[in-house]
């Protein structure tokens, strides 16, 4: 059983994906097999590599793509099943197309028949240097072509017991269009040869609930509905009694990954689930690891509370809320006024239970052309996301360092995000590794700089208690319109963290060209009720974030009334903390 998790929720999450964290091959052919563009292995995140998170502030990482999925590599002469190139995204394949929930990503192990004992010791190094292991789960669907070869004796793998002339039934574990076979979506065409049709019959549902036997293209066609006991056809019909089989596999898939040292789940497409699978399974295993974590990827804010307090998830991301308000600032196309609407109609009394991030796999990259175009455009965003709540945040691989995709690596295009289907090598972050020093030798000073950003931000919300458990007040509403004239409602955010022993006033000028000189007003009975400042004292505010010099001097009356004087940079921040001098 792992050792207990920090006691508050400002985990610092960095996700790795695993087949590309450790690659140095530079070669990046557009469509390159393994042999020829390279692939990272566990072996490769090495114990210098941890240790340099570890400083770098992370308290968790998510190796994302561990376990087994549907490649156009040829794994045969190990015993592992060839996919057909027709149902398989990409050379390498996609990490969310499981094809063994029992075994891991035979790419990442340089024994393929150690690959287990290879992650195994990933594990037990990442633990040894003070982290947290994360992996991804991915409960909705499977591989076209599932088949475990590594699953425990006397487990029954996926449909072996189902009837297949029926479309649903409680006892199955996939969903059948019975008298139709499968056809693979025109326009397919992969880069791989094969010589005979892939051949799937009856055809069975796919994964993002098309219940039809010809998928689209633009469908994940590549994978497999699993059945949790919801009838589609008849209005979602629920049959949890009893307890449908595939919960019970899946009870056990998590349960042997906890034992293997896992410490959570980030848990793909969460609400395509149903939320009373959660409610049962969760618990189920937190009777093996008490402290594990449970990750939900979810998009309806409308079943957040659901997915917490009747799913028992521990956090959730926050993506349609925080990232895209953030983004569309970012872009110069949002005004701060939905920083705001985020915690007051979605989140605000689960704030602590939100993930906040500005990438990961599913998203483009900060320094594409598709999103800021710079990645020092991050530095007031990425503040907010870390010290808005005490919730935790998350760092994608490359992000600290800029990473900006411009080449079509294959079957996902030039679209600004890091491929997840094929063989790559990421070029500022092969600066960092540098060759597997991990010391950033190769970085620019500009790189160097932003990962500097990176760093002292993720120890400043770890170390400072008002950030990682302290309350929240929203300034807005003291400061717009006619109660101050020179701040910009549109472009300004202020908001104050404090505990009993430390107070913060966090302020944002989110306007791309444009410096400002404001105030910032406090109400009075924040200022003596919920700061326990006194009116006639005077303070020092000194700003501790970014670290600076600058050191303001004001009255706690003075605070209420004219407000406490702040010139701000276009696209930065401030953070001061109010002492008494």
């Known amino acids: 059983m792992t050792s207990r998790v920090q006691e508050h929720d400002k985990l610092v999450i960095y996700q790795i994906f695993t087949r590309l964290f450790g690659n140095q091959n530079t070669t990046n052919k557009f469509y390159g097999t393994r042999d020829e563009n390279g692939v990272g292995k566990f072996n490769d995140i090495t114990d210098t590599a941890l240790k340099e998170l570890k400083s770098f502030g992370i308290t968790h990482v998510w ?18 099943r060839q996919d057909h190139p027709l149902v398989v995204k990409g050379i390498a394949g996609s990490p969310y197309a499981v094809k063994d929930y029992y075994d891991v990503n035979p790419d990442l192990a340089v024994k393929v028949k150690d690959r287990i004992e290879e992650f195994e010791a990933l594990v037990e190094r990442t633990h040894s240097n003070g982290l947290k292991v994360l992996i991804d789960f991915i409960p909705n669907h499977v591989a076209r072509q599932y088949f475990s070869d590594a699953r425990p004796a006397g487990v029954k793998d996926f449909g072996e017991e189902d009837a297949t002339n029926v479309v649903f039934s409680p006892t199955n574990n996939f969903y059948y269009i019975p008298g139709q076979d499968f056809k693979v979506p025109d326009g397919v065409n992969p880069p791989v040869a094969f010589t005979a049709p892939y051949q799937e019959s009856p055809a069975r549902a796919t994964g993002n609930d098309v219940f039809q036997a010809q998928p689209g293209i633009n469908d994940w066609f590549e994978t497999i509905k699993l059945n949790y006991g919801l009838d589609y056809q ?17 009870r056990d898939i998590l349960t042997y990954w906890t034992q293997k040292g896992v410490d959570g789940f980030r848990c793909d497409m969460a609400e395509m689930v149903p939320v009373e699978f959660w409610a049962w399974v969760i618990p189920e295993i937190r009777k093996v690891n008490p402290d594990i974590i449970f990750i939900a990827e979810i998009y309806n804010p409308a079943e957040y509370h659901n997915y917490i307090k009747r799913g028992q998830f521990s956090y959730l991301y926050d993506k349609v809320g925080l990232y895209d308000a953030l983004r569309r600032l970012m872009e110069g196309k949002g005004t701060v006024e939905d920083i705001t609407a985020v915690w007051q109609k979605e989140s605000g009394d689960i704030s602590q239970h939100m993930l906040r991030f500005l990438e990961n796999h599913d998203e483009q990259r900060i320094a594409s052309r598709y999103f800021a175009g710079d990645p020092l455009a991050a530095v007031p965003a990425m503040t907010l996301s870390a010290t808005l709540h005490t919730g935790p945040l998350m760092i994608y691989f490359g992000q600290e360092v800029g990473v900006n995709p411009t080449q079509a690596e294959g079957f996902q295009g030039e679209d600004g995000r890091t491929t997840i289907f094929d063989y790559w090598g990421v070029p500022e972050f092969q600066q960092w590794v540098n060759g597997g020093k991990f010391d950033g030798g190769k970085l620019s000073p500009k790189q160097k700089s ?128 109010i002492s008494k001098k």
């Not at 008849?234 to 899946?250: A, C, E, V, Y």
Request: contains cysteine; proline residues 5%; negative net charge.
């Open 450 to 577: 932003l990962r500097e950003f990176y760093r002292q931000l993720n120890h400043f919300v770890l170390q400072n208690s008002a950030i990682y458990k302290g309350g929240f007040y929203d300034l807005q509403f003291m400061n717009v319109d006619e109660k101050n004239p020179d701040y910009d409602k549109a472009m300004v955010y202020s908001y104050l963290r404090y505990t009993t022993g430390q107070q913060l006033l966090c302020v944002y000028n989110f306007d791309k060209s444009k410096t400002v000189n404001t105030t910032v007003r406090l109400p009075e009975p924040v200022v003596t009720d919920t700061l326990g400042l006194d009116l006639t004292a005077d303070y020092a505010l000194k700003q501790v974030f970014p670290a600076g010099e600058n050191r303001l001097e004001v009255s706690g009356k003075t605070m209420t009334t004219e407000g406490v004087p702040v010139s701000l940079s276009p696209m930065s921040v401030r953070i001061f903390e």
């Open 234 to 250: 008849n209005g979602r019909s629920q049959h949890f009694d009893p307890i449908p089989t595939t919960w019970l596999k899946m």
């Open 63 to 80: 190796y994302t793509g561990v376990i087994e999925h549907a490649t156009m590599t040829d794994y045969s002469e190990f015993g592992i």
